[in-house]
């Protein structure tokens, strides 16, 4: 299937490593020019040679901290200088703290909403003008599992990404005239460091090994397994190409039958 994707730039955030390098990889497959983000210089580079060897795309690295404003707004400068306007923003963040409603100070929620929602708030707000101007583009916002089955130990993460389904949705009504597209991932689990992570703290609370904890947690996914990033990545690339163009306003969720609700 010719997605029909060559040649147009995505910039995909918080990239240099799992679920973003997952979706930076099938987007540059797919003959796209591709800027990715993320704080540490040294693993961006590594990231970025690795995509440029294996696609044969032009990719771009720029170092940008999610929850600087000012970080963002010269990341789509950037990309546009370099490659061009953005014509699809794969919306990917850094991960929030961890922790119950007990555990987090005042300053965790207003990190966390930097991080979470307004990061998206300024990203959009940057390469929106630009997608009107050619009449076309994509937004896709990727949030999490919490959006729709909340984490006792993940109050930040189910409670601020919330607002960025508000966003997507209000934005594929404003927006749709202009030839854009808004819609919204829902991911499940993922294998990455930040699951990792997850699965460390989860076996330090219950005593199991951290590999007891992995198998354990894969056994409550009806497929049995964690999602590989390029999973995602199929799914970002299919919502973004012309075959999706009736997409708009959607969540769509990847989780392997994770999540118990039907909506
Ligand atoms: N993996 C899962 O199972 C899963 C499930 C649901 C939701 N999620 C969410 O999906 C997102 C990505 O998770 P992941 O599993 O891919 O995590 P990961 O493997 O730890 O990768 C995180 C990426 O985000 C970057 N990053 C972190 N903080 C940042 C910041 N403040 N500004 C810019 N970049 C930042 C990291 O690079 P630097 O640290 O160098 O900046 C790295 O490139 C997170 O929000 C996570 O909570 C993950």
């Given at each position: 299937?010719?997605?029909?994707?060559?040649?147009?730039?995505?910039?995909?955030?918080?990239?240099?490593?799992?679920?973003?390098?997952?979706?930076?990889?099938?987007?540059?497959?797919?003959?796209?020019?591709?800027?990715?983000?993320?704080?540490?210089?040294?693993?961006?580079?590594?990231?970025?040679?690795?995509?440029?060897?294996?696609?044969?795309?032009?990719?771009?690295?720029?170092?940008?901290?999610?929850?600087?404003?000012?970080?963002?707004?010269?990341?789509?400068?950037?990309?546009?200088?370099?490659?061009g306007?953005?014509?699809?923003?794969?919306?990917?963040?850094?991960p929030?703290?961890?922790?119950?409603?007990?555990?987090?100070?005042?300053?965790?929620w207003?990190e966390?909403?930097?991080l979470?929602?307004?990061?998206?708030?300024?990203?959009?707000g940057?390469?929106?003008?630009?997608?009107?101007?050619?009449?076309?583009?994509?937004?896709?916002?990727?949030?999490?599992?919490?959006?729709k089955?909340?984490?006792?130990?993940?109050?930040?993460?189910?409670?601020?990404r919330?607002?960025?389904?508000?966003?997507?949705?209000?934005?594929?009504?404003?927006l749709?005239?202009?030839?854009?597209?808004?819609?919204?991932?829902?991911?499940?689990?993922?294998?990455?460091?930040?699951?990792?992570?997850?699965?460390?703290?989860?076996?330090?609370?219950?005593?199991?090994?951290?590999?007891?904890?992995?198998?354990?947690?894969?056994?409550?996914?009806?497929?049995?397994?964690?999602?590989?990033?390029?999973?995602?990545?199929?799914?970002?690339?299919?919502?973004?190409?012309?075959?999706?163009?009736?997409?708009?306003?959607?969540?769509?969720?990847?989780?392997?039958?994770?999540?118990?609700?039907?909506?």
């Amino acid at each position: 299937m010719d997605l029909g994707l060559k040649g147009r730039v995505a910039l995909v955030t918080a990239a240099s490593k799992g679920i973003g390098l997952g979706v930076a990889r099938v987007l540059a497959a797919e003959g796209m020019k591709v800027a990715i983000s993320s704080r540490t210089s040294s693993d961006l580079e590594k990231a970025r040679v690795m995509l440029e060897e294996e696609s044969g795309s032009e990719v771009l690295a720029v170092q940008a901290d999610m929850t600087r404003r000012d970080d963002l707004e010269r990341l789509v400068k950037r990309t546009a200088d370099a490659l061009g306007g953005v014509d699809v923003l794969a919306y990917n963040s850094g991960p929030p703290k961890t922790g119950t409603f007990a555990d987090l100070s005042y300053q965790d929620w207003e990190e966390a909403t930097r991080l979470l929602l307004l990061s998206a708030v300024t990203l959009t707000g940057a390469v929106v003008p630009g997608m009107r101007s050619r009449r076309w583009g994509r937004l896709v916002y990727i949030t999490s599992f919490t959006l729709k089955q909340p984490v006792a130990n993940l109050v930040l993460s189910n409670t601020v990404r919330l607002g960025v389904a508000g966003l997507s949705k209000s934005l594929s009504r404003e927006l749709a005239p202009d030839g854009i597209t808004s819609n919204v991932i829902v991911q499940g689990f993922v294998r990455s460091d930040r699951m990792l992570h997850i699965v460390e703290e989860r076996a330090a609370r219950s005593g199991a090994t951290v590999e007891e904890t992995y198998k354990e947690m894969a056994k409550t996914i009806p497929l049995g397994r964690y999602a590989e990033p390029e999973e995602l990545g199929s799914l970002v690339a299919f919502i973004a190409s012309e075959k999706g163009s009736y997409l708009n306003g959607g969540v769509f969720t990847i989780d392997g039958g994770y999540v118990s609700s039907v909506f």
